[in-house]
């Protein structure tokens, strides 16, 4: 009876982490590491990426960057930010202040780019214990990837890949029968980098109850880490305006479900010409795949479906409430172009709940129609919204190239100057250096 007892936390955990199957020959990896450099190619080639191989993009430079040239490595990777660690992003500044100063702006994009492919496998891998269909699992893998939301404020650049690690990492907790030393050294970092990484607890506590425990506990640790910084550590608040409920609502709504299948640029032009009928049908077409998902699926598709769900409904909320500020309202200029990063990890949770539905198998013949209705629906608006978002002027940088920020401080120094400034995207940010570091 107490041996009964005692594996009744397993078995629970069991039936909603399931072990995917190993792949089943060389041809695997072939396409998995072909997916991973068209994923890179792609990040860094498309109009908007390569704007990003010459603009060094603001915390990157004035923030990571200059303490990996002034400062000694330990101190800045235990050096919190915001009130928070940054481990990854500094890490990688640590390596581009290797190199020569030319290569900073194209170091920094390659990095980012490379990582955020890495999240893309993960999601692939990670997913083929709950998503039954390859189809379905590659192109949820590829929206980490292609996403409109992902691909302006915060392509190619470390400063903002948190929001794509706290998603890699959800995966990575999930994938049960992962390769354990790279794995767990990918949740330490990302634990030590995303403040937003504590949602992800519970789903490293149930690890705990099932075998290979190396990279919940890793997590847990780093966990721990990440929180005691937080504690003790100073954040300055970004407003102190206070926050409207009506308002978040209508935020999270257009911020989740529309820009998901739009772009957040695509949003100024749709809302104030339409309305809230753009979020009521932006949430009809959510909500009938993640409908049918918690109809067909089975206890994991289910389970899965609840929990990336509620993530994405806590993020956007936790977001903005805790940064509210006037220029979130709806009404604002841009309507959602302000922070349009608090949308990317919201919105790769609503897509797995979707693609939970559209995996699922129905029963009826009219459930199979809804469902292939369904996918081909989602399929058509995020492939238009993909190609539109390479139009979209506002998200290729314009403003002073690395190139041309390096030679106008060399010009500086060549005078009376002592210190180097270092102007970079988006328009005001500088940092400052010795004149030595530029030469």
């Not at 590491?33 to 068209?38: I, R, Y």
């Not at 030590?192 to 949602?199: A, G, M, Y």
């Not at 030679?407 to 250096?433: K, S």
Request: net charge neutral; with cysteine.
């Amino acid at each position: 009876m107490v041996t009964s007892t005692a594996k009744r936390p397993e078995k629970l955990a069991g039936s909603v982490l399931p072990v995917p199957d190993e792949p089943r020959h060389e041809l695997a990896w072939l396409g998995n590491a072909g997916a991973f450099v068209a994923s890179v190619a792609f990040l860094l080639l498309v109009p908007a990426g390569w704007s990003r191989l010459d603009h060094l993009w603001a915390e990157d430079g004035a923030r990571f960057l200059v303490d990996a040239m002034l400062s000694p490595a330990l101190s800045n990777l235990t050096d919190p930010y915001g009130g928070y660690l940054h481990a990854l992003p500094r890490l990688v500044a640590e390596l581009v202040a290797l190199l020569p100063i030319e290569w900073a702006a194209a170091g920094f994009a390659v990095f980012a780019a490379v990582l955020r492919a890495l999240v893309a496998l993960i999601t692939f891998a990670g997913s083929k214990a709950y998503l039954k269909s390859t189809p379905m699992r590659f192109a949820l893998a590829s929206l980490v990837v292609v996403l409109p939301a992902g691909n302006s404020e915060t392509l190619n650049n470390m400063t903002n890949l948190h929001w794509f690690l706290l998603y890699g990492t959800f995966w990575a907790l999930l994938w049960r029968n992962a390769p354990r030393v790279p794995v767990a050294l990918f949740v330490v970092l990302s634990a030590l980098t995303s403040p937003l990484i504590f949602i992800l607890a519970p789903i490293a506590l149930v690890r705990l109850f099932q075998p290979r425990k190396e990279v919940p506990v890793a997590f847990l640790a780093a966990l721990v880490v990440q929180g005691l910084t937080m504690v003790f550590a100073s954040r300055t608040a970004y407003s102190h305006d206070e926050v409207d409920p009506v308002q978040v609502l209508l935020a999270s709504l257009l911020r989740v479900p529309v820009v998901a299948f739009t772009g957040s640029e695509r949003v100024s032009a749709f809302y104030p010409a339409n309305g809230n009928l753009v979020i009521l049908a932006a949430v009809l077409v959510a909500a009938v795949p993640i409908v049918m998902g918690l109809r067909f699926a089975d206890r994991p598709g289910r389970t899965l479906a609840l929990v990336a769900g509620a993530y994405g409904v806590v993020l956007i909320v936790a977001c903005l409430v805790l940064n509210w500020a006037q220029v979130l309202q709806v009404q604002a200029p841009g309507v959602v172009m302000a922070a349009q990063r608090y949308s990317i990890a919201p919105c790769l949770f609503l897509f797995t709940a979707i693609f939970v539905g559209l995996d699922a198998a129905p029963r009826s013949t009219g459930e199979r129609v809804v469902r292939a209705g369904s996918r081909y629906l989602i399929g058509i608006l995020v492939v238009v919204s993909v190609f539109a978002h390479f139009r979209e002027p506002g998200a290729v940088l314009t403003g002073v190239p690395w190139d041309e920020s390096l030679a106008n401080a060399r010009a500086e120094c060549a005078t009376t100057h002592e210190f180097a400034r270092l102007e970079h995207e988006p328009q005001d940010w500088f940092f400052l250096v010795p004149c030595e570091l530029v030469r």
